[in-house]
């Protein structure tokens, strides 16, 4: 099943933005799920990842501080809070599993202007 991430948009660098991720048909209990984002020609890299009750969440150093995962239980959806965003935050923003499987879905767009 996928989990599908939507939310992004046009933003001025110092902005904030929040992104969701939702599982159709799916609950996200027992699993820990992730963002990730690929910038263009770049790699896909890992963001951050939070256990399914909430209670652990890890961040990669690019983002920490400034970007917070959560996890709404009751609307089965994950969040991730963008804060201070910079230009090099621009990427596509996915949401899958931690550790990730082959089901990307679409991501959602996130671009940053200086």
């Known amino acids: 099943v996928q989990l599908q991430a939507s939310g992004g948009g046009l933003v001025q660098a110092g902005g904030s933005r929040r992104l969701s991720c939702s599982a159709s048909?799916?609950?996200?209990?027992?699993?820990?799920v992730a963002w990730f984002r690929q910038a263009p020609g770049k790699e896909r890299e890992f963001v951050a990842h939070i256990r399914w009750d909430g209670g652990s969440t890890y961040y990669a150093d690019s983002v920490k501080a400034r970007f917070t995962i959560s996890m709404d239980k009751a609307k089965n959806t994950m969040y991730l809070q963008m804060n201070g965003l910079k230009p090099e935050d621009t990427a596509i923003y996915y949401c899958n599993n931690w550790p990730p499987n082959d089901s990307w879905g679409q991501g959602t767009q996130v671009t940053v202007s200086s």
């Open positions: 048909g799916r609950a996200f209990n027992s699993y820990t």
